[in-house]
């Protein structure tokens, strides 16, 4: 078929048949559960997964497996992982699918065999980790509990047979500081104040000082909270049942919405034999990259603490070191970490992000996964993987996350005068911002809704603060490092981050003290997470530049992509810019707009104020030359490239006064009897007379070019007179709106070539007539439309309104969050194309289009087009070319050609 279009073949959606996890409940599969004497097999081993068993194992399941292979079980801690459909079973049915629980047993004596330990001996127990693993990394929003298996007699036994007491009570004190926050949902907060009275008492700063006393006392004082179970078996199926349960957590749905993760997919939990970093000096714990996960360089980084346990490095609670650092602490272990980060990078062809720990001086892998990274560092790493040859380009191309990609267009400081640092932190997350502090979730996704800038001022943030995350320009944090939860998060939401900042933040005032400097909520702060600088406001945001690795990354996506990337400009200064980011051409020009300018308002206001088509003719005569001035200037930016103009699409009241309110001027000027009455009367008389109670389906686009056809006369006129004035034209493409009918189409189409001819100017040599396909009618007769067209423009903005039944502006205020929510759909269908029905729509039109004009050209103009999910529809769809924004031109191009790549 002509230009690639796909037929339009309807399946049955994966959906119906998938698990559907509303909050906890699930809706089963066709058929309900696996039936038979035999149940599925629940538990893997890590000896017998792998990193192509992701949808089971999860991500770190699939990983850990993968390294116990690469690096061998002197490396990695035993274990095994519960699968998915294991968590999906269990939110489905309310309780532990059948079998589940003896294959759980079964693998805990696999383990115990291996480690020579018994889990629940009161001698030398065997402890484990029980951590979450869903397919795609959630970093923080699903559970850990660590150190299971103690209880008031076994932390006796451990700490006789490794004879340090403090490390025993240390244990014990996190597994019930974790059980209680993760299994019985009793407020961090609570821990952490008694934790701090303690110390307090103690007259120490760090939990690491804590004497066996003092932990004693805490693990007392926290199992007060709570009913803490003494039995190692009931402890592991509660923490089971609790990482099941975090995966419908509030704050893990909602990281699922913001980053677009599937309800149904569930959580993986894997279970862990312990090692331990909080052993004393010869241990430690920590996470490293194979490259430095902020900027790209070359160089591994990350962060550790000496005596610690994982949580301690990632909570942000303690500020760590510099993995750097290590090579002094601990040179062999350091050393042993360096080979491992180029022997896991150069199997998995990606940067890692992995976790270790270091038991009395051996090093223990406890996971690796691709690394999370802002958009510099993943142009950086793409551009050297080839360079060095661990990618080819096709590979590198595949690494990067298009959407991610638009970071690199933000603003960043200025480092003049106006800048001035305020305090230094750590450069967790790139990019610069400022706006109003706030100091909790509430108010910065209240006042961010009002349309402020904020920025989310806290000691350290938790998972919870995910929401604040996403509404927030950037994020300030007092403690924490580069691994902390505050820079995972920003890192992976491209929010500009500044963590472990010298600053001190008192959240029961509501302070931010910087160097004897008080801010208060609201005080104005600015963040440069490129530098680790907390800023003065005043500081001036510049426009980004493309540097030279993206250029590249952009000339290897131009050389692969089929599809063709325009962009939507109204203006010669967006046109020029759309070139400089590589558009190839303009595929919506939108001529309102030039109309609503300043000045020109009355103009077209005399010429809607018209009686009879000499007085419109008039009028439009003083717009004529403004119109060609305006298409000049875009010709010009666009040379060689073709522009596809819109003629005149919304009704004529948007150029008027409001209704309402001219009813309240004109009741006025009678009472006081004012010079201007009349004018105003007048006035209020040809409002009434074109108002319309829904001027969204009334009088606009195409139907106001055949009530009124000076209107596109003159347009045309400017468009012809404009491409006449240049040495190099553009090819002019001039696009009819709201077609339904193709006599429509036919009719101006004839007014065009009859207007154009005064110039010289022929259909397909020097401009061609197209239309956008906006109307649910269209779509279905667009074989006849395409008989009278030679381009088709899917204007999938008001499409999706006029398929689904939508406004836009109504749905995303009203009552699309909880439709999303409610799982009734996945996101906004303005977001993201909606395949099965809008979508639908768009393959039938370019397939029948097609069929009776075999050379017909299909794009996109929607802002759908800026949307690599999208795009990747449109390029399976046949179309020729999308167009966006201009920002978003770049995204498009890297898009297009990773769905290349895909098909």
């Not at 346990?309 to 909570?315: A, F, H, I, L, R």
Request: aromatic share 6%; hydrophobic share 40%; charged share 25%.
């Amino acid at each position: 078929m002509a230009g690639g279009a796909v037929g339009p073949v309807r399946q049955d959606s994966a959906e119906s048949v998938r698990i559907s996890c509303l909050g906890g409940a699930c809706i089963g599969r066709l058929g309900g559960e696996v039936s038979g004497e035999q149940p599925p097999k629940w538990v893997y081993d890590f000896a017998e997964g792998s990193r192509d068993m992701r949808e089971l194992l999860g991500g770190k399941g699939a990983n850990v497996a993968e390294m116990t292979r690469v690096l061998g079980s002197d490396r990695v801690p035993p274990g095994f992982t519960i699968t998915t459909e294991a968590c999906v079973a269990f939110m489905r049915e309310g309780h532990e699918p059948d079998g589940l629980e003896e294959q759980v047993a079964a693998a805990m004596r696999r383990l115990e065999e291996t480690a020579g330990k018994r889990f629940g001996d009161e001698t030398d127990p065997l402890l484990v980790s029980v951590r979450s693993g869903a397919r795609e990394s959630m970093p923080g929003m699903l559970d850990t509990i660590l150190n299971l298996g103690l209880n008031d007699a076994a932390v006796a036994g451990l700490a006789r047979a490794t004879e340090n007491d403090r490390f025993a009570w240390d244990s014990y004190r996190r597994l019930v500081q974790m059980f209680g926050n993760v299994a019985h949902g009793v407020p961090g907060a609570r821990f952490e104040s008694a934790i701090k009275e303690v110390k307090g008492r103690a007259g120490v700063d760090s939990d690491a000082e804590l004497d066996v006393d003092a932990l004693k006392t805490l693990v007392d004082r926290f199992q007060g909270l709570y009913e803490f179970p003494q039995d190692p078996r009931e402890q592991l199926q509660h923490a089971i049942r609790a990482v099941f349960r975090s995966w419908t957590g509030e704050r893990a749905v909602h990281y699922r919405r913001i980053n677009r993760i599937p309800d149904d997919w569930g959580t993986a939990v894997n279970v862990q034999l312990m090692v331990f970093g909080n052993k004393g000096e010869s241990s430690a714990t920590g996470v490293a990259f194979s490259r430095d996960e902020v900027t790209g360089v070359p160089e591994p980084s990350g962060d550790f603490l000496v005596n610690a346990q994982g949580e301690d490095v990632v909570s942000g609670v303690r500020t760590p070191r510099d993995i750097s650092e290590l090579a002094a602490v601990m040179p062999e272990a350091h050393e042993q970490l360096m080979d491992i980060l180029r022997s896991l990078e150069r199997h998995y062809k990606d940067m890692q992000d992995t976790e270790f720990t270091i038991e009395e001086g051996h090093l223990w892998m406890l996971q690796t996964r691709n690394a999370k990274r802002p958009a510099q560092a993943a142009v950086r790493f793409a551009v050297d993987a080839v360079e060095e040859g661990l990618l080819s380009r096709e590979e590198a191309l595949r690494t990067l996350d298009a959407g991610a990609l638009e970071a690199l267009l933000h603003p960043h400081f200025d480092h003049g005068d106006s800048y001035r640092v305020l305090a230094r932190g750590v450069a967790a997350s790139p990019g610069a911002a400022a706006g109003a502090i706030v100091f909790t979730v509430e108010d910065a996704v209240r006042q961010a809704r009002a349309g402020e800038a904020v920025i989310l001022v806290r000691p350290f943030t938790e998972a919870d603060d995910v929401a604040g995350f996403h509404v927030s320009k950037g994020i300030l944090t007092s403690e924490g490092g580069k691994a902390s939860h505050a820079a995972l998060v920003a890192r992976g939401m491209g929010v500009p981050a500044v963590t472990g900042a010298q600053v001190a933040i008192d959240l029961e005032h509501d302070e931010l003290r910087i160097d004897g400097e008080v801010f208060h909520a609201g005080d104005m702060i600015g963040v440069d997470g490129s530098e680790g600088a907390v800023v003065d406001p005043g500081a001036q945001l510049l426009e980004p530049e493309l540097d030279e690795r993206f250029e590249t990354v952009l000339e290897w996506a131009d050389r692969i992509r089929r599809l063709g990337v325009r962009a939507n400009a109204d203006t010669p200064e967006d046109a020029a810019k759309a070139r400089e980011l590589g558009a190839e051409g303009i595929g919506l020009c939108r001529t309102e707009h030039m109309f609503m300018a300043e000045g020109r308002q009355p103009k077209m206001r005399a010429m809607i104020m018209a009686r009879d088509s000499d007085g419109r003719r008039a009028a439009l005569r003083e717009l004529l030359p403004l119109q060609e001035e305006d298409f000049t200037g875009i010709f010009e930016a666009m040379r060689g490239l073709p522009v596809t103009i819109r003629l005149l699409d919304p009704p004529l009241h948007e150029f008027l006064p409001n209704l309402p309110e001219l009813r309240a001027q004109v009741e006025r000027a009678r009472l006081e009897q004012g010079d201007d009455m009349e004018e105003l009367e007048q006035l209020l008389a040809r409002v009434e007379e074109i108002h319309e109670g829904n001027p969204m389906l009334g009088t606009r686009g195409c139907r106001l070019g055949i009530l009124y056809p000076e209107i596109y006369e003159m347009q045309v006129h400017a468009i012809m007179r404009a491409a006449k004035s240049l040495d190099e034209p553009p090819l002019a493409e001039i696009m009819i709106p709201l077609v339904a009918y193709e006599h429509e189409i036919e009719m101006l189409r004839e007014l065009v070539v009859r207007v154009s001819s005064d110039y010289g100017m022929e259909p397909g040599r020097d401009f061609t007539v197209g239309t956008m396909i906006e109307l649910p009618r269209a779509c279905f007769v667009a074989n006849r439309i395409a008989r009278h067209a030679d381009f088709f423009s899917f204007g999938t903005n008001d499409l999706t309104q006029t398929a689904i039944g939508l406004s836009r502006d109504d749905a995303e205020s009203k009552f699309m969050p909880a439709y999303i929510e409610g799982k009734i759909v996945d996101r906004s269908p303005f977001e993201t194309i909606d395949a099965p029905g809008v979508g639908w729509l768009v393959r039938l039109a370019a397939w029948v289009g097609r069929e009776a004009h075999p050379s017909l050209k299909l794009g996109i103009c929607g802002e759908h087009g800026g949307d690599p999910e999208s795009i990747a529809f449109f390029d399976m769809a046949g179309l020729d070319y999308v167009s966006c924004s201009p920002p978003r031109v770049p995204i498009a191009r890297v898009a297009a050609a990773q769905s290349a790549l895909a098909r």
